[in-house]
């Protein structure tokens, strides 16, 4: 059991940065921690932590064996839920990572439904567009927007979502309308961080593939720094429809060259390959995949599409 619990310390003591933290993440004293690290330390024969006045960071065999010992951890919390889902009903504690923007937006309102019906599971919910190692940081699933998903994930596909090139009114009307995505080069962006070529947008149009090379004075990593941005009348955004739907509808954005187009991108849902599937995490990607199966935007994407026909085809009955 000492070994389980140094580990535990460990562990705390990494993820948090300092003893004193991990003490009150664990409730224990300050002086339990040191001791249990100390005494893992010595079992091992390594030293796992380096030790300043000011931080702490991992040494080589540290980082190593925490991310083993993390692994082991979830082994472990899955072999608890398996013993607590033997009468079938999902219990237990689900790690959960999605976008922050998508989180609040799409995410949140389901929630209080989700555990309504689930009484035995909670959720522990962490928001950041950073790409995390779902494996290694211990999480159960994470949602992911992006046209491939990790071939090393499981996955599944949850809906899908466009690129909205738009502005505000306020804008457009100081600069004027662009006519092709190459005007774009002119004009003020509002960049997103995490884009993989994040000043140069690239588009598929009525001639064919067309790149610009933008010019951002603004770039958040968070959408809703970009759509804030832009609302105030900061430049043009390249967002997804989830995110700008309500500004287009309340007039506050304009959508222009729907014509030029990126694809569409899926929302997934991702999870580690393991053989035991808990039942938590099944029915969580059920009511998931459930939840979006009309998405609130799609209504958005759907007359773009009809926007982009040709006049004869977008008659047509």
């Excluded at 599971?121 to 159960?140: C, K």
């Excluded at 951002?216 to 832009?230: E, K, P, S």
Aim: neutral net charge.
């Amino acid at each position: 059991m000492n070994k389980l619990r140094e580990i535990e310390c460990f562990i705390a003591v990494v993820e948090s940065g300092s003893f004193v933290k991990a003490a009150v993440t664990l409730g224990i004293s300050k002086t339990a921690i040191s001791r249990y690290v100390a005494d893992l330390e010595a079992r091992l024969g390594t030293r796992l932590l380096q030790r300043t006045t000011r931080r702490l960071s991992l040494t080589e065999p540290g980082q190593r064996y925490v991310e083993r010992c993390r692994q082991i951890l979830a082994e472990l919390d899955e072999a608890d839920a398996m013993a607590g889902e033997q009468d079938g009903q999902p219990a237990g504690p689900l790690r959960i990572n999605a976008p922050h923007t998508f989180g609040v937006l799409h995410l949140a309102p389901l929630w209080p439904t989700f555990l309504a019906r689930h009484p035995q599971v909670s959720l522990d919910i962490t928001l950041s567009d950073r790409l995390v190692d779902i494996v290694d940081e211990g999480f159960d699933l994470a949602i992911r927007i992006t046209r491939l998903p990790d071939s090393s994930l499981v996955h599944r596909r949850l809906a899908g979502t466009r690129m909205v090139l738009c502005a505000s009114p306020d804008y457009l009307g100081r600069h004027g309308i662009p006519q092709h995505p190459s005007e774009l080069a002119h004009h003020e962006t509002v960049g997103y961080s995490y884009f993989s070529h994040r000043r140069e947008w690239r588009f598929d149009g009525p001639d064919g593939p067309v790149s610009v090379r933008t010019h951002a004075r603004l770039i958040a990593d968070n959408g809703d720094t970009c759509l804030a941005a832009a609302v105030a009348g900061a430049g043009i955004i390249l967002q997804p429809a989830f995110l700008v739907q309500d500004a287009l509808r309340d007039g506050q954005l304009v959508e222009f060259l729907p014509e030029y187009t990126q694809g569409e991108t899926g929302i997934y849902v991702v999870y580690p390959t393991r053989k035991y599937l808990s039942a938590k995490v099944r029915v969580l990607i059920d009511f998931l995949v459930e939840a979006f199966a009309m998405p609130g935007w799609r209504a958005l994407d759907e007359n773009a599409r009809t926007t982009n026909l040709p006049a004869s085809a977008a008659k047509a009955p």
